[in-house]
């Protein structure tokens, strides 16, 4: 068996990694904060991206997170690679693998890309987005987040221990709800958080109309001002107009008169509000609450770049 590791859902990180994961992002997250250069574990490391859809966070993150660790990357510009010239995902993977890459970051509309990609290379592919199946970068950055906000202090306590608990190994997250707001069938944020954000010990609660909800055995409402006030974590979601089959609102006005996160909504709450990005203003979140203190938006931006500095590390270094 090849000792490659891939990252193309949060399960390919036993939770002792992610521990150490994160213990790694925020040690990066210091240095650069105090603008002093890192170790550069990915020094002569060649890394390529190559997004067949849109990104400015996923991105931009990956790019900065390669360079800052020292390693060259690579961009594949798609709108004029070959694969316009109707060149198989496969062909163009078995290409690039020809050119020694250390890793590829891939992000694609069908979920699977990654795991069909894998089967044609000899480096570590890492997930940037695969349709509606996974980004697991971003719920491992979304859990940093909540961590550094509800347990730091005990993160930190664990960065010695032999053996981490494989479900709920931090009491302080443990038992904490949050509300995933939105269009939760079309998000793989949505799914790889609920898989992560379980495995952690919270309990999440589904906030959507009933065509916005997959099955699922997760508690579920479509009543966000109810919910918001007893959950500590409330995520919204971008409405993914894209890959709706048909138009659902006539306009997300409609939509968003019930499921915008508004200072209403969340009153006087003391929970911390996220969102993957990008965000619709006042459709998704309004104005306003984007401003409070208790939404961590941009700080989700800010250890992006750290988490992908310690999964990088960890693949390729
Ligand atoms: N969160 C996220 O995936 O944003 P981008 O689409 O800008 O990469």
Known sequence: MSDIRHLIRTSDFSTQEIITLFHNALDYKQLLMSKTP??????????????????????????????????????????????????????????????????????????????????HVNCPIINGGDGAHSHPTQALLDLLTIIEHFGLEELQTLKNADTIAPFAPLDSIKGKKIAIVGDVVNSRVANSNIELLTRFGMEVILVAPPHFLPQTSLRTSDNLKAIAQEVDVIMSLRTQTERHDQVIYGSLKDYASRFCVTKEIVGDNPCIILHPGPVHRNIDIDDEVLKDSRSKVLEQVTNGVCVRMAALDFLIA
């Not at 316009?84 to 992000?107: C, V, W, Y």
């Open 38 to 119: 890192t170790h550069q574990p990915l020094k002569h490391k060649n890394v390529i991206t190559i997004f067949f859809e849109n990104s400015t966070r996923t991105l931009s993150s990956f790019e900065l997170a390669v360079k800052n660790l020292g390693g060259d990357i690579l961009r594949l510009d798609v709108s004029r690679s070959s694969t316009s010239k109707g060149e198989t995902i496969s062909d163009t993977a078995a290409n690039l693998n020809a050119m020694n890459p250390d890793a590829i970051i891939i992000r694609h509309r069908n979920a699977g890309a990654g795991y069909y990609l894998s089967a």
